[in-house]
């Protein structure tokens, strides 16, 4: 199994700011994802982060939006840009190892924010 | 293509009761199927999951799930309920072609002492 670290856990923010949220696994993993969970609702998959290059989004998402970075196999990050309080949610980072015959994807304790 | 139905969003048992959490599922492809927990305020948790392999699946906490693959479905079952196990439930399809994960819209599981 894989531990997924993400940092913050919550936080508040004003309207126009944007928020970087951080996320660490503790093992070498090939296929790293954020997804979003609105209030009371299920997990959308805003996009998949690839080591070295542009991550690849989902439709509804646009890099502009939530710029996505991970610059090794076991860090990423995303970042909620010019923020409104529609992008108040649960984000969470999920990892996955390819390769292990229906290997899991494993979650982070997410990061819960609110948009004032 | 590919979808998870998961039949009721809100399921009340008395505790020492059986649980039944409905999932179905449609895949074009071979599907691997798992059941996540989320307690309030807390990340998804892997209950169990489905690859092909045996068609009873044994999970942590007591859960076990059944794959039937004429009836399309994976419910999740628990002999006897435990107030610890109230939480929101996710059934999840993979597709094992393109890798692409379906969440279901969630069950809250809640237990009546």
């Known amino acids: 199994s894989a531990v997924i670290s993400q940092k913050p856990s919550r936080d508040i923010c004003q309207r126009g700011t944007s928020l970087t949220i951080q996320c660490q696994v503790d093992?070498?993993?090939?296929?790293m994802f954020w997804y979003r969970q609105q209030p009371g609702q299920s997990l959308t998959l805003i996009a998949t982060?690839?080591?070295?290059?542009?991550?690849?989004?989902e439709s509804g998402f646009v890099i502009d939006k939530f710029p996505i970075s991970r610059p090794n196999l076991t860090f990423s990050t995303l970042t909620v840009s010019n923020m409104s309080p529609e992008d108040s949610s649960i984000y969470l980072c999920s990892a996955r190892t390819t390769g292990v015959a229906g290997g899991p994807q494993y979650f982070g304790a997410g990061t819960r924010l609110s948009v004032l | 293509a590919q979808s998870v139905t998961q039949l009721d969003s809100h399921v009340s048992v008395s505790e020492g009761t059986p649980v039944l959490l409905r999932c179905n599922y449609s895949?074009?492809?071979?599907?691997?199927l798992f059941w996540y927990v989320q307690h309030p305020n807390k990340g998804l948790q892997l209950l169990l999951k489905y690859t092909s392999a045996a068609t009873l699946v044994k999970g942590i906490n007591g859960f076990e799930a059944e794959f039937k693959k004429s009836e399309t479905s994976f419910h999740l079952t628990k002999p006897s309920a435990h107030m610890s196990d109230a939480a929101e439930y996710f059934c999840?399809?993979?597709?094992?072609?393109?890798?692409?994960?379906?969440f279901g819209k969630g069950t809250r599981l809640h237990i009546l002492p």
């Open positions: 999840v399809v993979r597709n094992n072609r393109d890798d692409k994960i379906i």
């Open positions: 895949s074009s492809y071979s599907p691997s």
């Open positions: 093992s070498q993993v090939t296929m």
């Open positions: 982060a690839n080591q070295g290059s542009e991550a690849t989004y």
